[in-house]
Every structure is written in structure tokens, then in C-alpha cells.
């Protein structure tokens, strides 16, 4: 990693303190994934070395925060730490009407709770797994409309996070409510891959012209405004903090997870510029998150996510987060392993359909690709693929795979050091190197709704694989 002046770019953070990792063998990773049947989530943590399951809540948080947290006030209604937080959001996003939630879900819940009726259609470049759940269990489609160059995981367009917009005002036009339209910043569940400033702002006037709100899906807004700048030469030079304002400025709203560009362990935000939308939510959330100047959270976690919110968009923190993340990809491509270009901002993501093209998607060589980063060398990553996003028929069962076939290595904030990703890259070339001896697996149990959390896998045996269990 090197900076413009060339001198190499550091994690611009010294360590004050620090956190056993337990080196385990592989034997003992055999008998635990085992236990687990074969689902990653149903691991202990302690049983996984490099954890890059999420880059959701497991960030580690700066010494201003820790301050910050012994300033929270815990007072049921009307807390000074509240309003520390609403000023917060305010002067980062500006949106008058901000209240707190639990978490990014949480939001989601309340929004299309107040928004979306069965029969609705909610357009968004792709749905996060939880954001799709929500519209669902309100009786709305999730509609997902990346642009086209998305599903080449190979090519290097920058803004590959972009929603389609001709197949948006198809949609827009067509028979059915849409109660909002929704971009989600950066595409999560499509590769990290930021959406432009030209993008969201066409997608916002054919909104507007059509009378559909839009809500920014807002979790990792600060690395989006970040590749805004690095991807586009018209925005050199421009403040991060001012490319944020101008992209939430052509939104009526966001949900927010604190817990990616928080730089929070929990927490979460609605953020909306219509007073009786705001009221409605504040109305309804009383009942299951709490009071609505809390939201299910402390006075010293709102304290903490205040503070979060203007670190993140510290220059040398941005640069040195892109950086790590694009230097492990760099590694990896340059030893073979298909990862999805352009590297985006929390994570890299490996293509397994390009990573085991011998196994069938009815397989999941996502999930087969990820279970060998564990039991290889401890790296729990996740699976964004079939089992995440495959769509079933409740009444035949029957499996349309998802888009794509990736495993997310998410990088947590501020957690791992340089020698820990040089770590990952070792273990996943390994894995590379023996793939045609990896076979895929099958699903023996599965919950109904959100499969990964709770399934439970078999792996199918290719010949001359060796019995690891
Ligand atoms: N939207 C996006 C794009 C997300 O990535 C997530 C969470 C949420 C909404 C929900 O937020 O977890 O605070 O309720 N993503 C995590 C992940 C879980 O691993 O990507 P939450």
C-alpha cells in the first residue's frame, strides 16, 4: 500500500488494547464444523481465528469513543445524548427527522411498516437480505435492478453499484404501487460496489417525477462518497463530507445500520424529511424498541455512534480502509483467485462460480468455497450466494439460484492488522490451489425464511478428496 507522496499508507491507529485470537488446529476445525453442521454462523466465535463473517458491529472503536461512552445519559425520555446524536445525523446527512433504532433492521421495519402494503413493488439496485425480509413480511416484492455490468465480476467499470434506471422507470411507470424506491450505498449484497453521484441523482428526479419518495439504504455511506471521489474525475478534489451531503440531499430519507460506517458496536437510524412519516414511525416504535428519543439503544451507545459518525469521514481513516481492502484482492488476483472487480469498499469478494466452476449451483459453491477458508486456516467469511439469495417456491420448493455465486470476505473497521490479511491471502490461495478437489454441498434442513442463519449442510465428496472429519 503506498500514498500519493509515496510513502507507504499505515493503519493510521496505534493499538491500546488488545484481544486473544486462538490459534486452532485443523483437526479441531474438522470437529467443530462438524457440530455445526456445516453452517458457519452456528460456529463459537472463539473457534474462528480471522472472523470476517461481517463488517457489522465488529469494528473496534477509537479512543474518543470509549470517552464518549462515559458522557451517555441514561434518562428514559429526552436524553442530552439523544440530542447529541440527532445533531449528529443532522449535519451529516441532513435530514430534519431522526429516530433512533436497535439497528439498520429495525429501521427497515418501521419504514416499510409505515410505507409498503401487499401487492407494492420496492425497486432498489440489490436488497440486503434483511431489507428483502422486511418489504416481504409487509406483503410488498422486492425488486432488485442492478445495472447490467454487475453480473461481470471480472470487468473494471467503477460504478458497477448503480441501479438500472431505464428498467427503474419501466417500474416506475408500470401497473403496480411502488410506495418508495430504494439504492443501497455501497451494494452490499453486489460486490461493495459504490453507485455514482450521477447515478443517484437521476434516480432521485425520476422519483420525484413519478411522486415515489427515495430512501438511501445509507450503511456504508461514507466509503460510496469515498469511491464517488477515487472512481469519478469530476469530483477530485471534493471534501467526503460534502459528497455525502450531496448525495443524501437527493434523497427524502435513509435507513442506516451504525454498526458498518457507525463505527458502533449497535445502533441505527431512520433519517426523513416528511414530518408525518417521522410521526407515524415515532408512534409505532414506542410499542417494541422503546421511547423514541432511545430506540432499543443507551444514551452511551447513541454517544458512541455520534461520534463514530464524523470519524468516519476522516481523510487518512478512508484511504487506509480502501487501501487494505484493495491490497488483499490485488494478492489474491494476482495468484489466480477470481475476486469481483473492482475491489469495493468493506470487503472482497471471491466469484466461486469462477472459483469452482466444477460444481453446480445447485451445490453452492459459495458455501463450499467458504467452509474450505475454514477449515484451511480459520477464516470465517460469508456466503452471498444461493443459499443467501436463492429464491424458493414455498409450495414446490423448487430453487432459482441467486444472480451470483459469492463468498464475502468482510474486513471489520479498524480491527485486524496488515499481518492478519497477509494471513487470509495465504489461506485462500491454499484453498485455490486444491479446488479441483473440492466438491460442493447440500442443504439437509432449512428455516423458512433467511436459510443461512439456521440451515444445516452436507458436503458432497469429490473423488480423491481426502476425509477431513
Ligand atoms: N442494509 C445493508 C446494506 C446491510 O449490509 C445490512 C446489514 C443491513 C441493511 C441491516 O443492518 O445488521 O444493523 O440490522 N448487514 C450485515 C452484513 C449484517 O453482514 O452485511 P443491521
Not at 461481517?54 to 458522557?71: E, I, K, N, V, Y
Not at 420496492?122 to 437480505?129: A, E, G, R, S
Not at 467458504?370 to 444461493?386: F, H, K, N, Q, T
Request: hydrophobic content about 40%.
Amino acid at each position: 500500500m503506498t500514498s500519493e507522496d509515496s510513502l507507504p499508507i499505515i493503519e493510521p491507529f496505534r493499538i491500546k488494547s488488545v484481544e486473544p485470537l486462538r490459534v486452532s488446529t485443523r483437526a479441531e476445525r474438522c470437529a467443530w464444523l462438524d457440530a455445526a453442521h456445516g453452517n458457519l454462523f452456528a460456529l463459537r466465535s472463539e473457534q474462528v481465528m480471522i472472523d470476517l463473517l461481517t463488517d457489522s458491529g465488529t469494528g473496534a472503536m477509537s479512543s474518543d469513543q470509549w470517552a464518549a461512552l462515559m458522557r451517555g445519559d441514561e434518562s428514559y425520555a429526552g436524553s442530552p445524548s439523544f440530542f447529541r446524536f440527532e445533531r449528529a445525523v443532522r449535519e451529516v446527512f441532513g435530514f430534519e427527522h431522526v429516530v433512533p433504532t436497535h439497528q439498520g433492521r429495525a429501521a427497515e421495519h418501521f419504514l416499510f411498516e409505515a410505507l409498503v402494503h401487499p401487492g407494492d413493488v420496492v425497486p432498489n439496485n440489490t436488497h440486503f437480505d434483511t431489507t428483502r425480509a422486511n418489504v416481504v413480511a409487509c406483503g410488498g416484492e422486492p425488486l432488485d435492478l442492478p445495472c447490467p455490468q454487475l453480473a461481470d465480476t471480472a470487468s473494471r467499470e467503477p460504478f458497477k453499484g448503480d441501479i438500472d434506471l431505464e428498467v427503474l422507470e419501466r417500474v416506475l411507470t408500470g401497473p403496480r404501487r411502488v410506495p418508495l424506491a430504494m439504492i443501497t450505498l455501497t451494494n452490499n449484497a453486489g460486490g461493495g460496489q459504490p453507485a455514482s453521484l450521477g447515478n443517484v441523482r437521476a434516480m432521485s428526479e425520476l422519483c420525484r417525477r413519478h411522486g415515489v419518495p427515495l430512501f438511501v439504504d445509507a450503511c456504508r455511506f461514507a466509503e460510496n462518497a469515498w469511491l464517488m471521489r477515487e472512481r469519478d474525475p469530476e469530483l477530485a478534489g471534493v471534501d467526503v463530507g460534502e459528497l455525502v451531503r450531496r448525495t443524501f440531499a437527493l434523497a427524502d430519507g435513509c435507513t442506516m445500520s451504525a454498526k458498518k460506517d457507525g463505527l458502533a458496536n449497535i445502533g441505527g437510524f431512520l433519517g426523513m424529511r416528511d414530518p408525518k412519516l417521522a410521526e407515524t414511525v415515532r408512534r409505532a416504535m414506542v410499542v417494541t424498541e422503546g421511547f423514541p428519543t432511545y430506540g432499543g439503544l443507551s444514551g452511551r451507545d447513541l454517544e458512541a455512534v455520534a461520534q463514530g459518525l464524523r470519524e468516519v469521514l476522516q481523510e487518512d481513516y478512508l484511504e487506509y480502509r480502501h487501501a487494505s481492502v484493495a491490497y488483499v484482492a490485488r494478492r489474491l488476483a494476482e495468484r489466480g483467485v477470481p475476486v469481483v472487480e473492482p475491489p469495493g469498499g468493506h470487503a472482497i469478494f471471491l466469484d466461486a462460480a469462477r472459483f469452482l466452476p466444477h460444481v453446480p449451483r445447485a451445490e453452492y459453491p459459495g458455501q463450499a468455497v467458504a467452509s474450505e477458508l475454514y477449515l484451511e486456516g480459520g477464516v470465517r467469511a460469508c456466503e452471498i450466494g444461493s443459499v443467501m439469495l436463492g429464491a424458493v417456491d414455498a409450495a414446490t420448493g423448487a430453487e432459482t439460484p441467486a444472480a451470483q455465486e459469492l463468498v464475502r470476505l468482510a474486513v471489520p473497521r479498524r480491527t485486524y492488522t496488515q499481518s492478519h490479511m497477509d494471513y487470509v491471502i495465504e489461506v485462500v490461495a491454499r484453498v485455490h490451489a486444491r479446488r479441483e478437489r473440492i466438491g460442493g454441498v447440500r442443504i439437509v434442513e432449512s428455516p423458512p425464511v433467511l436459510r443461512h442463519f439456521g440451515a444445516k449442510f452436507r458436503r458432497v465428496r469429490r473423488r480423491g478428496e481426502a476425509r477431513v472429519s
